[in-house]
Nanobody, 115 residues
Framework: QVQLVESGGGLVQAGGSLRLSCAASRSIFRINSMGWYRQAPGNQRELVAVITSGGITNYADSVKGRFTISKDSVKNTMYLQMNSLKPEDTAVYYC?????????WGQGTQVTVSS
C-alpha cells in the first residue's frame, strides 16, 4: 500500500501562483507515471498533468503554458507549479501514482481562485 499526501492548496487571487506537492510513502523510482487530476463541483474528475518515469510530461490544453509538473525521485515527491491561475482552475486537486499493477490516489487538496 502506498500513501499519497497532497499539500500546498489554498485561496489565491486570479493571476496568482500556487505550488502543490504530493509526497509518496514508497519509492517512486520504478513508478510508471504520476499525475495531477482535479474535480470541480458538478464536474467529472479530469486530468491536469502527467509525468512518466522517464520525465515525459503531458498537460491538459486548459493549463498548457501555465502549469508545470515535476518530480523528485530522491524525495519521492511530485509537484505542480501553477501560475497565472484563473477562477476556472478552482477545484479539488488529486495526486495519482501509477505503479506496475497498482494505482493509488491521495485525499485531495482544495484550490480556490478568486476573481
Amino acid at each position: 500500500q502506498v500513501q499519497l499526501v497532497e499539500s500546498g492548496g489554498g485561496l489565491v487571487q486570479a493571476g496568482g501562483s500556487l505550488r502543490l506537492s504530493c509526497a509518496a510513502s514508497r519509492s517512486i523510482f520504478r513508478i510508471n507515471s504520476m499525475g495531477w487530476y482535479r474535480q470541480a463541483p458538478g464536474n467529472q474528475r479530469e486530468l491536469v498533468a502527467v509525468i512518466t518515469s522517464g520525465g515525459i510530461t503531458n498537460y491538459a490544453d486548459s493549463v498548457k503554458g501555465r502549469f508545470t509538473i515535476s518530480k523528485d525521485s530522491v524525495k519521492n515527491t511530485m509537484y505542480l507549479q501553477m501560475n497565472s491561475l484563473k477562477p476556472e482552475d478552482t477545484a479539488v486537486y488529486y495526486c495519482n501514482a501509477h505503479y506496475p499493477f497498482s494505482d493509488y490516489w491521495g485525499q485531495g487538496t482544495q484550490v480556490t481562485v478568486s476573481s
